[in-house]
């Protein structure tokens, strides 16, 4: 499943599901039982139906949400100047990428600190977040018109960066499975080799591990967006604003089993 943006970088709210689960469990009938009014010489005799309804625990259902629906990119902090003046100049992303996987029900989306209590019945079923890019260059323009001359392309040495710091993360899967526990990394993407980069990992849930409102799996990062406009650009508008358009990045969510 992907939510693509484009940086003036643009995506949306994501949000997986795995698929839902419902379960009926229909009424056990037995036959069989002898009545008290049954008499021995009554060929017939008499039967009496066993049911029994029970409840089903909801299905855990993996959520994403902090996609941002858009991303500004503005001077670096660390900057010394505030206007490009030929030299390299840093961008970042105004705000962070408060990215947050969690499980809750598949009848309520919930929230990473207060969800619904359910099960993966068996699946093991983890999560694995990327990120991709299928453009490699910004383009500039002023005054609604492009200038080729202000644009530039991705590179290994000025890639679009996105650097994760970890926040809450946990994981209710058993203590002696080795895979268990979140994996955080962090994505530089440049062109077509380099344009995909996994930023979290849970390879597989807890296995038959009812969740609760204080026990469930979740991570939360803090995502910040990083690029250069290099140095040696000539505005032909010097003075003038410009406005750097750059590649359409996508969220990939993947659901592996073990």
């Known amino acids: 499943m992907k939510k693509k943006f484009a940086a003036k970088i643009e995506s949306g709210f994501l949000e997986f599901a795995v698929g839902l689960l419902v ?14 009014d049954d008499t021995a010489g009554d060929a017939d005799g008499s039967s009496s139906a066993t049911t029994s309804t029970l409840s089903t625990q909801e299905q855990c259902t993996w959520y ?17 100047i505030t206007k490009y003046d030929g030299t390299d100049m840093d961008l970042e992303s105004e705000s962070a990428d ?3 996987a969690y499980t ?48 530039f392309t ?22 002696d499975e080795e895979t268990s526990g979140w994996t955080v990394g962090n994505a530089s993407l440049y062109d077509a080799d380099n344009n995909t ?28 967006y990083t690029v250069t406009v290099p140095s040696g650009k000539q505005p032909a508008s010097p003075g003038s604003n410009y406005v750097f358009t750059g590649p359409t990045i996508s969220t990939d969510i993947t659901l592996p089993n073990s």
């Not at 379960?23 to 008290?36: C, M, N, Q, R």
């Open 104 to 151: 809750s029900g598949n009848l309520g989306e919930g929230s990473a600190s207060s969800n619904t209590e359910c099960t993966f019945y068996n699946e093991k079923t983890g999560i694995s977040i990327s990120k991709s890019i299928s453009g490699y260059s910004f383009t500039a323009a002023t005054g609604g018109s492009a200038e080729a001359g202000m644009g």
């Open 197 to 224: 980069d996994v930023v979290l990992t849970l390879p597989y849930a807890s296995t038959q591990q009812v969740n609760s409102t204080t026990v469930s799996e979740r991570c939360t990062l803090s995502g910040v």
């Open 154 to 175: 991705l590179s290994s040495s000025n890639a679009l960066d996105i650097t994760y710091t970890e926040g809450v993360c946990w994981t209710a899967a058993d203590a």
């Open 64 to 80: 994403v949400t902090g996609v941002p629906a858009s991303v500004t990119m503005v001077i670096a902090s660390s900057e010394t």
């Open 98 to 100: 408060a990215l947050t």
């Open 23 to 36: 379960i009926s469990l229909s009424g056990v009938f037995l036959s069989g039982f002898a009545s008290a």
